[in-house]
């Protein structure tokens, strides 16, 4: 085994110079804060030592590897060094793509065992490859790993996610927009929020619709609106959004339906930013269900970002055993989630997002995957 001392200010310094000299398999063993300099005492600056160490057999493969990934890399650039349409570029993202899984399926194969384990774990729960790789790297620099039987494991996890998890709740007030693909229950959740903040929270709350595809969705959101007594309005143009809105604007907050929305359908995402454009909302509410798949949730992200979404809503936590999404989203969209609804009871069941909470939860599922094997 190779073992070795760094003398930084910092742990990022110690983790690069860790990487360049023992490559990424290196474990960190132990860190330390040590004083020097200075006369007497008087003046000395204080700096952390980081103790790492690699077996050297490991080290050997790693350079070996590290070679053959350069070589080939450079034989791909060599054979497409002048693409000249683009189904040669599309050919060489395409090998790009693949000598990319290559290596990263080389690194996975190196871990240690609990990094297997818990990557194992994270990827039950559908978190993003790139999250996974990311989580493990910021384990090894702060614990060195992880013990799945350690009476603390649930703690420490719920403390590596922390930082992985961004929430938010914004000040209801004003026009608020649900925006999202078909079947996430978009109404429902616009339902259990119309009810929280009327009932419960007393403000003067009113509904505009502009999901007029479907007299189901209209006619669910009026037994709502009755049952609360909160007024409703249906606008047929945009022109009309802009009436009903101008009549509406003593209250202190107005909840605005639309139609979901294909994300693969170009015309009808045109079609909700210019209606975004010209109600001009205070909140945009991306709701997604938590029951897609990660490339799914991806794509889904990614088209509805042209309306600027400012919080993400994410529904239907009830109909998955899957929670990577708490992950996934902060990282697709760079927005925080403000809701997560858990159920069709309104308005009961909404919760507000709480990063610790979310934290927790997925610990303690990761946990019990990883504990099973």
Do not use: C
Not at 39 to 58: D, H, R
Not at 112 to 138: G, M, Q, S
Not at 139 to 160: A, H, T
Not at 189 to 195: E, Y
């Amino acid at each position: 085994m190779i073992v070795k001392k760094y003398t930084v200010k910092d742990i990022k310094e110690a983790l690069e110079k860790i990487r360049i000299e023992l490559g990424k398999d290196a474990v960190i063993l132990s860190t330390r804060k040590i004083k020097k300099g200075g006369f007497l005492g008087i003046g000395a600056k204080t700096y952390l030592e980081v103790t790492a160490a690699i077996e050297e057999t490991e080290m050997k493969r790693n350079v070996e590897q590290e070679k053959n990934q350069i070589y080939k890399l450079q034989e791909l650039l060599v054979k497409n060094k002048q693409p000249q349409s683009s189904e040669d570029l599309q050919e060489l993202k395409k090998m790009m793509y693949e000598l990319k899984s290559m290596i990263s399926v080389q690194r996975n194969e190196n871990e240690p065992e609990w990094a297997k384990l818990f990557r194992k774990a994270l990827n039950f729960h559908d978190v993003n490859t790139e999250i996974i790789d990311k989580i493990i790297e910021y384990v090894r620099i702060k614990y060195g790993q992880l013990d799945f039987d350690d009476e603390n494991s649930r703690f420490v996890l719920s403390e590596v996610f922390l930082p992985f998890i961004q929430t938010e709740l914004p000040e209801m007030t004003g026009r608020i927009m649900f925006i999202g693909p078909t079947g996430v229950g978009k109404t429902t959740t616009l339902a259990k929020l119309a009810a929280k903040y009327s009932l419960n929270e007393h403000k003067k709350v009113g509904i505009l619709t502009l999901d007029t595809y479907r007299i189901a969705a209209t006619e669910q959101l009026k037994t709502y609106a009755t049952l609360m007594d909160i007024p409703m309005r249906i606008a047929y143009t945009p022109k009309e959004a802009k009436l009903e809105l101008e009549a509406m604007s003593d209250f202190d907050l107005i909840l605005i339906d639309t139609a979901g929305r294909s994300q693969k359908n170009e015309l009808q995402m045109n079609e909700i930013k210019a209606m975004v454009e010209i109600i001009n909302p205070d909140y945009r509410f991306l709701v997604v269900g938590m029951q897609y798949r990660s490339t799914d949730m991806e794509a889904i992200t990614k088209k509805f970002s042209v309306i600027s979404p400012t919080h993400v809503i994410l529904s239907k936590m009830d109909e998955t055993s899957s929670y990577g999404h708490f992950l996934n989203v902060s990282h697709f969209t760079h927005i925080p989630i403000a809701f997560i609804t858990n159920g069709q009871r309104v308005p009961d069941d909404i919760l507000e997002a709480n990063r610790k909470e979310l934290s927790i939860i997925i610990a303690r599922e990761v946990l019990k995957h990883a504990k099973s094997g």
